[in-house]
């Protein structure tokens, strides 16, 4: 057998007869996107030249070398340090906002049909629709997690969220994050606003004043039954 | 400590746990670069079984990160190496926070939850 120089056998793929078998191995291709995080998490570099130097150049190689070990941290004392971050670094560091470029309605859609599937499991079918059942779904329609739902705007104090549809892709006590259509991000609040959502021919609508509570705790607390809804 | 054969309480709740689950896992792979996501939800899942007072299946407990709430997959999120230090361990660092967790590589252990007495039937 015959051996390449160093450059090329290290990007070469895998010979011909273990490709032809690679069903039977297991071996799966690599998605586009994971190789370049995974390349730009491990490798270290200065924050402040990555950005005029593409990752791919060679020189940042060459001063990934140069780079100094960093100074340690001065010491805090005896108090115990904490092992998960604080909900003010938490806010600070931004970590729950999503990017611009991954905006996008169609990247979500099959977080949408995960959810229908979610929903199909949770509540009774369509084919018995008595009141009891209906009664009985709605209460656990309550607890369940709106993630991935396709939200409707029905009616709201402020003309202009009417009628914008979406998916939702965060909740927080106050707010829906939705993303429309048009690709664009919108946080709607829940005050002064009733929502509807469409769950196989039926349509539930949400008093969004009465629902004012973080998604989590929501599985927890229980809903009183009122005969009249006041807006 | 095995318990008690009987439906499951927490029903609902489970469902949705499991689902944020597999929503984050989705976050994930569609958008690598990206882990807001999927914070969020492995965040609001957490969120939910402090308040029931629910315990998490130590593999899926294993597979979030203690510090920044990502869900941890080898390779993308995380790197496991073998190490000795005396008795050998297993080190698990989180790439995105740093994070590192150790767990021992003994022979002949079993942790309790492989033990098929742990398991409840239903």
């Given at each position: 057998?015959?051996?390449?120089?160093n450059?090329?056998?290290?990007?070469?793929?895998?010979?011909?007869?273990?490709?032809?078998?690679?069903?039977?191995?297991?071996?799966?291709?690599?998605?586009?996107?994971?190789?370049?995080?995974?390349?730009?998490?491990t490798?270290?570099?200065?924050?402040k030249?990555?950005?005029?130097?593409?990752?791919?150049h060679?020189?940042?190689?060459?001063?990934?070398?140069?780079?100094?070990?960093?100074?340690?941290?001065?010491?805090?004392?005896?108090?115990?340090?904490?092992?998960?971050?604080?909900?003010?670094?938490?806010?600070?560091?931004?970590?729950?906002?999503?990017?611009?470029?991954?905006?996008?309605?169609?990247?979500?859609?099959?977080?949408?049909?995960?959810?229908?599937?979610?929903?199909?499991d949770?509540?009774?079918?369509?084919?018995?629709?008595?009141?009891?059942?209906?009664n009985?779904?709605?209460?656990?329609?309550?607890?369940?997690?709106?993630?991935?739902?396709?939200?409707?705007?029905?009616?709201?104090?402020?003309?202009?969220y009417?009628?914008?549809?979406?998916?939702?892709?965060?909740?927080?006590?106050?707010?829906?994050?939705?993303?429309?259509?048009?690709?664009?991000?919108?946080?709607?609040?829940?005050?002064?606003?009733?929502?509807?959502?469409?769950?196989?021919?039926?349509?539930?609508?949400?008093?969004?004043?009465?629902?004012?509570?973080?998604?989590?705790?929501?599985?927890?607390?229980?809903?009183?039954?009122?005969?009249?809804?006041?807006l | 400590?095995?318990?008690?054969?009987?439906?499951?309480?927490?029903?609902?709740?489970?469902?949705?746990?499991?689902?944020?689950?597999?929503?984050?896992?989705?976050?994930?792979?569609?958008?690598?670069?990206?882990?807001?996501?999927?914070?969020?939800?492995?965040?609001?899942?957490?969120?939910?079984?402090?308040?029931?007072?629910?315990?998490?299946?130590?593999?899926?407990?294993?597979?979030?990160?203690?510090?920044?709430?990502?869900?941890?997959?080898?390779?993308?999120?995380?790197?496991?190496?073998?190490?000795?230090?005396?008795?050998?361990?297993?080190?698990i660092?989180?790439?995105?926070?740093?994070?590192?967790?150790?767990?021992?590589?003994?022979?002949?252990?079993?942790?309790w939850?492989?033990?098929?007495?742990?398991?409840?039937?239903?």
């Amino acid at each position: 057998m015959e051996f390449k120089s160093n450059r090329e056998a290290l990007y070469s793929g895998l010979p011909s007869s273990l490709q032809s078998a690679s069903n039977k191995l297991g071996i799966k291709k690599v998605k586009d996107g994971f190789l370049k995080t995974f390349l730009q998490k491990t490798l270290y570099t200065d924050k402040k030249k990555q950005q005029n130097v593409p990752l791919e150049h060679l020189s940042v190689v060459s001063e990934v070398l140069e780079c100094q070990p960093k100074k340690a941290k001065p010491d805090l004392g005896p108090r115990k340090k904490r092992k998960t971050l604080t909900n003010m670094e938490r806010k600070k560091l931004k970590i729950f906002d999503i990017k611009k470029e991954d905006q996008k309605y169609e990247k979500y859609l099959p977080l949408h049909n995960l959810w229908k599937e979610y929903i199909k499991d949770l509540l009774c079918g369509p084919k018995d629709k008595s009141d009891g059942c209906l009664n009985n779904d709605a209460q656990k329609l309550l607890k369940a997690d709106l993630h991935g739902a396709i939200l409707t705007v029905k009616k709201s104090k402020c003309p202009s969220y009417i009628h914008t549809t979406g998916i939702v892709l965060q909740e927080t006590r106050n707010t829906f994050k939705l993303i429309t259509k048009e690709n664009k991000l919108k946080c709607i609040p829940k005050l002064n606003s009733i929502f509807a959502i469409e769950d196989s021919g039926i349509i539930y609508t949400i008093y969004g004043n009465h629902f004012r509570v973080k998604a989590s705790e929501r599985a927890i607390r229980k809903f009183k039954s009122k005969a009249t809804v006041d807006l | 400590m095995a318990k008690k054969k009987g439906s499951l309480v927490h029903k609902e709740i489970y469902q949705r746990i499991n689902f944020l689950y597999q929503a984050a896992h989705q976050a994930l792979t569609t958008s690598p670069s990206d882990l807001s996501l999927c914070r969020f939800y492995i965040k609001t899942l957490r969120a939910i079984t402090q308040r029931q007072v629910l315990r998490l299946h130590p593999y899926m407990k294993r597979s979030i990160c203690k510090k920044c709430c990502v869900l941890l997959v080898p390779g993308i999120t995380m790197s496991v190496r073998i190490k000795a230090n005396g008795e050998k361990y297993s080190e698990i660092t989180c790439l995105d926070c740093g994070k590192k967790c150790k767990f021992l590589n003994r022979k002949n252990y079993q942790p309790w939850f492989e033990n098929p007495e742990a398991w409840m039937t239903v």
